[in-house]
């Protein structure tokens, strides 16, 4: 495990810090954007209310949910659909890096517990739907989902440009790593896309 992770039971052994749980959830498609670039999968993020992307989820309180119930919580509330989510579900913990804009003394440092989940792509479709009419905190703490661009066009369009925004947390790294354990895009090409994300887009 890399430096700052944490196994789910170390990091529920902590005493004295809030816990955070994320989902990232995907699904594997056919479509063709235009008809010629393969999407391949649909993998769904969020704009937040703060302008930051990062993935479903939230605060979750362990002494009364499980990290899974609390998480499928955030879930209704943020999409509008209840998804049960599993222990194998579980990718990693870690330490948040202590966020500037919070004020350190009166709010205890946070462990971030990350989840990833392959869905069908006709239910995922359903969360979309769900999240953009149903869902409470749409238009609120939600300001709508988004799917993550996998592919690069000629002139560099799609995953370059998507990782050059703005993420929540490590919500960035989280969805990096996750590209590459699940096999979602090429090493060579999300190393392309990560390398024109750091320059200048006009
Ligand atoms: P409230 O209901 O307003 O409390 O929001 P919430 O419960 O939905 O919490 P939120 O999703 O904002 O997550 C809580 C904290 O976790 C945030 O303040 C961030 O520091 C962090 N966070 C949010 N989204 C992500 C994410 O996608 N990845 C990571 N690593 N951290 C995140
Ligand atoms: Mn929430
Ligand atoms: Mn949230
Ligand atoms: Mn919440
Ligand atoms: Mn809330």
């Known amino acids: 495990m890399a430096s700052g992770q ?3 039971a170390e990091a529920l052994a902590c005493s004295g810090f809030r816990h955070a749980c994320h989902v990232m959830l995907y699904s ?3 479509t063709q954007l235009f008809g010629r670039f393969p999407i391949r999968h649909i993998i769904l993020m969020q704009m937040r ?3 930051l992307l990062g993935f479903p989820g939230g605060l979750v309180n ?3 949910e499980t990290l899974e119930e609390g998480l499928s919580r955030e879930l209704l509330e943020e999409l509008g659909v209840a998804l049960p989510i599993s222990v194998e579900d579980h990718v990693d913990s870690c330490y948040a890096p202590a966020s500037p804009s919070s004020s350190s ?3 205890s440092r946070l462990i971030t517990h990350f989840y990833v989940k392959k869905m069908e792509e006709e239910q995922i479709k359903e969360v979309e739907r769900a999240a953009a009419s149903s869902a409470t905190d749409h ?3 939600v300001l709508g989902m988004v799917r993550v661009p996998l592919y690069t066009m000629k002139g560099g369009g799609g995953l370059a440009p998507f990782l050059s925004h703005c993420f929540i947390g490590n919500a960035r790294s989280q969805l990096v ?3 590459l354990r699940f096999n979602l895009v090429a090493p060579e090409e999300l190393h392309k896309a990560l390398t024109h994300s750091l320059t200048k887009h006009t």
Request: glycine share 10%.
């Open 105 to 107: 003394s009166s709010s």
């Open 139 to 141: 238009g609120q703490e």
């Open 177 to 179: 790593d996750s590209l």
């Open 28 to 30: 594997d498609t056919k």
């Open 6 to 8: 944490l196994s789910r």
């Open 62 to 64: 362990p002494s009364e």
């Open 49 to 51: 209310f703060d302008g």
